[in-house]
């Protein structure tokens, strides 16, 4: 009502008040505890009020006005070169400029593994079945042994063992084996040596050429005679 006595007219609008936004939810390599790549994977959910993001190592709420928000939810971060634990940060904000509390998620960077050793007992057998010696192993969680595996096994071979293995069969026929020897940590991180050992399951053959079949003699019998491969020792008697 003014001073003339006209009557003004009434108007309203509806707002809202908004101080807040959710805390989001964040989750490294499908939470995994370990990771060997240098980009792993992420999952952010009770984000459905935010329309920023920002993710990092680093520590301290950030400002609504900050260049390194994102304008989608990040599906990966790169974690660096070095190796031990990281920690990373997340935080959301809304279209008015809330900023959420702060997210955490942490993951073990392992990205290599010791060469392992393999002793298969000696340069020669004459078992198939042969007692083997591993070593260097002590970050490994699972092992692979073959003659036939020079490449990298996929993490799902079936031949992967997780218990140490102690014996190793080795193919039949003579000759020389390779036997290669796979490891893998907890991380999936893989290597590997190779080993060989020769199966000698023929005996020697001596080839006698003097004295003649048949032959005789009144004097010092000469004996001349040939091997079918290097041996050890011998002995020759009548």
Same mark, same amino acid.
């Given at each position: 009502?003014?001073?003339?006595?006209?009557?003004?007219?009434? %108007? @309203?609008?509806?707002?809202q008040?908004d101080? @807040?936004i959710?805390?989001?939810?964040?989750?490294?390599?499908?939470?995994?505890l370990?990771?060997?790549a240098? /980009?792993?994977?992420?999952?952010?959910?009770?984000? &459905?009020?935010?329309?920023?993001?920002?993710?990092?190592?680093?520590?301290? +709420? $950030?400002?609504?006005? =900050?260049?390194?928000?994102? *304008?989608?939810s $990040? *599906?990966?971060?790169?974690?660096?070169?070095?190796?031990?634990?990281?920690?990373?940060?997340?935080?959301? +904000?809304?279209a008015?400029?809330?900023?959420?509390?702060?997210?955490?998620? @942490?993951?073990f960077?392992?990205? *290599?593994?010791?060469?392992?050793?393999? #002793?298969?007992?000696? &340069?020669?057998t004459?078992?198939?079945?042969?007692?083997?010696?591993?070593? /260097?192993?002590t =970050?490994?969680? #699972?092992?692979?042994?073959?003659?036939?595996q $020079?490449?990298?096994?996929?993490?799902?071979?079936?031949r992967?063992?997780? %218990?140490k293995?102690?014996?190793?069969?080795?193919?039949?026929?003579?000759?020389? +084996?390779?036997?290669?020897?796979?490891?893998?940590?907890?991380?999936?991180?893989?290597?590997?040596?190779?080993e060989?050992?020769?199966? =000698?399951?023929?005996?020697?053959?001596? !080839?006698? %050429?003097?004295?003649? %079949?048949?032959?005789?003699? *009144?004097?010092? !019998?000469q004996? +001349?005679? @040939?091997?079918?491969?290097?041996?050890?020792?011998a &002995?020759?008697?009548?």
């Open positions: 009502l003014d001073i003339a006595g006209n009557r003004g007219q009434v %108007s @309203s609008t509806n707002w008040y101080t @807040s959710a805390t989001p939810t964040l989750t490294l390599n499908q939470g995994a370990f990771a060997n240098a /980009t792993v994977s992420v999952s952010v959910s009770n984000d &459905t009020e935010a329309s920023g993001w920002m993710i990092g190592t680093m520590t301290g +709420k $950030p400002d609504k006005d =900050d260049s390194r928000w994102l *304008t989608d $990040p *599906t990966g971060f790169g974690l660096g070169t070095l190796e031990g634990t990281r920690t990373v940060y997340l935080w959301t +904000k809304d008015v400029g809330n900023i959420s509390a702060t997210a955490t998620a @942490s993951i960077c392992d990205r *290599t593994i010791a060469t392992p050793t393999l #002793s298969l007992g000696g &340069t020669f004459t078992s198939l079945l042969v007692t083997i010696q591993i070593g /260097t192993d =970050d490994v969680v #699972s092992w692979l042994l073959s003659e036939g $020079p490449t990298p096994p996929l993490s799902n071979d079936s992967w063992s997780a %218990s293995p102690s014996v190793f069969s080795l193919s039949s026929g003579s000759g020389v +084996k390779n036997v290669y020897l796979w490891v893998r940590d907890i991380a999936g991180n893989m290597s590997y040596c190779r060989s050992i020769a199966i =000698d399951a023929d005996p020697p053959i001596i !080839i006698l %050429s003097q004295p003649a %079949s048949g032959g005789f003699g *009144t004097q010092n !019998i004996v +001349k005679y @040939s091997l079918s491969e290097d041996i050890a020792t &002995t020759l008697s009548f």
